[in-house]
């Protein structure tokens, strides 16, 4: 059974910071690239970051560029996001997906997801 389990969301104050963990399992990591969402209330999914198993490949959104570092630990199968000098407009819940990738490096495209996992909420308090 395909498994991405998110975790590290909260409450936290502008500034502060947090690291998400998405937990997978169930299929071949190696062969995926991990990608974060976020959805904020009233708008469409965000494609924020990802990463590719593969390469090390990561992409990021120019909203979260420079506050956010994406990372992968290929033997736990598990991808981090650290999230530092939170904004309120951060405050979403966050998703990460997977995408079976053929080539090689990332981009978090909605619809080319294979996988989903059920997020986690992140309020950024201003």
């Known amino acids: 059974e395909v498994q991405l389990v998110e975790s590290g969301g909260g409450l936290v104050q502008a500034g502060g910071s947090l690291r998400l963990s998405c937990a997978a399992s169930?299929?071949?990591?190696?062969?995926?690239?991990i990608g974060w969402f976020r959805q904020a209330p009233g708008k469409e999914h965000e494609g924020v970051s990802c990463i590719s198993s593969s390469d090390g490949h990561t992409y990021y959104a120019d909203s979260v560029k420079g506050r956010f570092t994406i990372s992968s630990d290929n033997a736990k199968n598990t991808v981090y996001l650290q999230m530092n000098s939170l904004k309120s407009e951060d405050t979403a819940v966050y998703f990460c997906?997977?995408?079976?990738?053929?080539?090689?490096?990332?981009?978090?495209?909605?619809?080319?997801?294979?996988?989903w996992g059920k997020g986690t909420l992140v309020t950024v308090s201003s």
């Open positions: 169930g299929f071949t990591f190696d062969d995926y690239a």
């Open positions: 997906a997977a995408e079976r990738r053929s080539g090689y490096g990332c981009y978090p495209a909605y619809y080319d997801m294979n996988y």
